[in-house]
């Protein structure tokens, strides 16, 4: 019983190992000493053989045995190589040690002044800053379920400008709701980073109703308590944005339920409220369609309306979120809405493999100690 043991918690350690080589842990270090009573040999023909999976598997993984004399201790080192797209030496980047810049308190004081501005109407002059100061310079972040965004000024636009409706008068459709209270349900802080979660109450203005999201973001501070990096998720996005979609198409069918005539008439109402925007404000240089009317036509028959992970893909549902930055800079957002997408609405490097990879292209690491 004892040998079978220790062999299952060989096999289990191993497992992890290579395991944990494909979450991009540099070291796995394992340590069986005599006690477990499993020879050395063994031990080696079990971390082949892991290797040999391993490596069937697509994961690259190197070992290194050592064991006394006596046998009394073995130990084995993994070193991962990542194997994902652009794949260049070693799995993850070092974990960066940084002094402790502020207390538990602070960090959540920061974070409940990062929602207080998040929320509808004070998003409105964080929006008008253009650069907002709870930004650092600098600063990068990413929204599943869209993109990265890099520099003060963009990040300004989408986490603030996005929600804050600016472009309200003129015509424009929203999927996207006001964020109008909060929740803290989830925090923990230390030195200059934290995880959080909170529940944020959105009024869809276009429905008349509100819809709750769990919206968690990963946070560092700069030492001038300004946001460097976010990393954010909402949960169970996907849901929500069925439900609204069914909730829009029975209504424009006049219907208890969803019906293939509501949903399409859906995407005519979104399209015409992108055509429109692009019609107001990417002109000149900055034109997209000859018309109106050309817009429509284009976007009708050749853009999908896309799933919610397809916010930053060749989708109306991407072209519908970037209808709302427009008004910021033209020069800048007008090809998001157009044929092409720009750089924020198209497919070409948004495969499933690249976007899983996407941390990074996104944060030289996001591991602090």
């Known amino acids: 019983m004892r040998a079978v043991s220790a062999f299952t918690t060989v096999v289990v350690l191993v497992a992890l190992a290579v395991r944990a080589a494909a979450v991009n842990v540099t070291e796995i270090a394992l340590e069986i000493d ?95 800053s253009v650069n907002s100061t709870l930004l650092s310079e600098n600063c990068v972040g990413r929204i599943d379920d869209t993109r990265e965004f890099d520099g003060r000024e963009l990040n300004t636009e989408y986490l603030f400008g996005l929600f804050a409706f600016l472009n309200n008068g003129t015509g424009v459709i929203n999927i996207l709701g006001q964020p109008t209270n909060y929740t803290i349900v989830e925090f ?99 034109l997209q369609y000859e018309s109106m009317e050309a817009c429509e036509e284009y976007l009708m028959a050749n853009v999908r309306m896309g799933e919610v992970y397809e916010g930053g893909m060749n989708s109306i549902f991407c072209r519908s979120l970037h209808q709302n930055m427009l008004k910021f800079r033209p020069e800048v957002h007008c090809p998001h809405v157009g044929p092409s997408g720009g750089d924020m609405c198209r497919d070409e490097d948004m495969d499933y493999e690249t976007v899983v990879w996407g941390y990074k292209k996104a944060f030289s690491s996001f591991i602090y100690y």
């Open 34 to 128: 005599q006690r477990l009573q499993v020879g050395v040999s063994e031990i080696e023909q079990l971390v082949q053989s892991a290797l040999e999976s391993a490596a069937a598997a697509g994961t690259t993984v190197t070992a290194t045995t050592t064991a006394t004399a006596t046998a009394t201790e073995y130990v084995t080192v993994f070193e991962p190589t990542k194997t994902g797209p652009g794949a260049t030496g070693t799995a993850t980047a070092e974990p960066k040690e940084t002094d402790c810049m502020y207390s538990t308190g602070e960090l959540f004081d920061m974070y409940q002044a990062f929602l207080d501005n998040f929320m509808y109407p004070a998003n409105i002059a964080q929006a008008n």
């Open 188 to 286: 923990l802080g230390g030195c200059n980073t934290a995880a959080t979660s909170a529940l944020v109450n959105l009024y869809v203005s276009d429905l008349d109703l509100n819809a709750t999201i769990q919206l968690d973001f990963w946070f560092r501070w700069d030492e001038e308590g300004r946001v460097a990096e976010y990393d954010a998720t909402i949960r169970r996005a996907s849901r929500l944005y069925d439900i609204l979609s069914d909730v829009v198409s029975a209504r424009l069918s006049g219907s208890n339920v969803a019906t293939a005539e509501g949903t399409t008439a859906w995407k005519s109402l979104l399209v015409g409220s992108i055509c429109g925007q692009a019609t107001i404000y990417c002109t000149g240089d900055n």
